[in-house]
């Protein structure tokens, strides 16, 4: 009997190790499947837990949003009741004071009023001192090299400056009658004339400190100002489009260009700002044949770039800049006749 219990447990012994096997490894994908599962179970709660952080988070938006919307409503309509309230305050003082006009006559913007309210300044002391000062300034630097070339000491350079500064000064103080007064052709050809004048008595104070031959050349120089100007202008232009000047072409093509202005030289006194200058005070025609006359004085400066020794590239970045620049002042001509002579 006991024999046959050691035989039999000899021969149950590797099924009973392959069941504790068996078991063992039955254990461990239970184990293993449990774990998965609270683990999914807790990814779920987290997700579950965001999505009512996430609807707490939106309904309180929501809540913020409405009260904010209810505010504005609120502040929308006080304005419009303040505005209601503004606009019948305005009818009844228009209804009160004799020979106003309608109430529902719509006010209009006076760009001439605005500019003439400006042009008071005139009128003060400090201010006309200032504005000479200014035009004293940049004619010493437009200026200086024509005093340099005429030898002028610092006290006739600085004379010279003051008389000019002062001329430009009281064409302009002459200019603002067209702010506050009549625009009509004859009142405009007026002007233009006591502007001529005030430079042919200038010309001859300016005469009486240089004499006969300085007065000449400085008068030559004159015609050529606002030419100089742009051409420094059109030089910085050049430089970055990478087509510079050097200095001796500068100075071969400023040459050109005086002698070719001087073909069609004026009496009227340079605009050192670059606008329209006395252009502004033409007719529609005259500004129109000046136009005609300046493209010819380009095209023959054109021409002759080459002898200074310009590139192709730098003739054709010269003609760019020459008709930017007509049109910057035919715009701007247009637009302070529309703003100071309205039709």
């Known amino acids: 009997m ?64 409405a009260d904010e919307l209810g505010i504005e409503k609120d502040n929308v309509a006080r304005l419009k009741k303040e ?71 610092e006290a006739d350079s600085k004379l010279v400056s003051e008389l000019l500064g002062e001329r430009n000064f009281l064409a302009m103080d002459k200019g603002r009658k067209l702010l506050g ?28 400190v240089l004499g006969e031959e300085k007065s000449a050349k400085l008068n030559a120089y004159e015609q050529t100002v606002g030419d100089r100007r742009s051409l420094d202008s059109m030089a910085r232009d050049f430089d970055r489009k990478g087509y510079a000047l050097d200095e001796p072409q500068k100075d071969r093509l400023t040459k050109i260009m005086t002698e070719e202005r001087l073909k069609n030289p004026s009496n009227e006194i340079p605009d050192l700002g670059g606008g329209p200058g006395m252009q502004m005070l033409m007719s ?34 010269l003609a760019e800049s020459q008709k930017r620049q007509n049109e910057r002042r035919t715009f701007s001509r247009t637009m302070g006749r529309a703003f100071l002579m309205p039709k």
């Open 284 to 317: 529609d025609a005259e500004a129109k044949a000046r136009q005609q006359q300046e493209e010819a004085y380009q095209q023959r400066v054109n021409a002759r770039a080459t002898e200074a020794g310009l590139t192709p590239d730098q003739v054709n970045a």
């Open 83 to 153: 505005r209601d309230a503004a606009q019948e305050k305005s009818k009844q003082i228009a209804t009160d004071v004799p020979g106003a006009p309608a109430a529902e006559a719509k006010p209009q913007f006076d760009i001439r009023g605005m500019l003439g309210g400006f042009a008071k300044a005139f009128d003060d002391p400090e201010q006309r001192k200032a504005m000479k000062g200014m035009q004293e300034q940049m004619v010493g630097g437009a200026y200086a090299k024509i005093f340099k070339d005429l030898g002028l000491s």
């Open 181 to 208: 007064g009549k625009t009509d052709d004859a009142t405009v050809a007026e002007l233009r004339k006591d502007i001529e004048t005030t430079k042919t008595e200038y010309d001859a104070k300016v005469k009486a």
């Open 2 to 65: 006991a024999y046959a219990f050691a035989v039999m447990s000899k021969a149950m012994a590797p099924i009973l190790a392959l069941v504790a096997v068996g078991g063992a490894a039955f254990s461990v994908v239970q184990w293993n499947a449990r774990s998965a599962a609270e683990a999914a179970a807790a990814d779920r709660d987290r997700r579950i837990a965001a999505m009512e952080q996430s609807l707490r988070d939106a309904l309180d938006a929501a809540k913020k949003s």
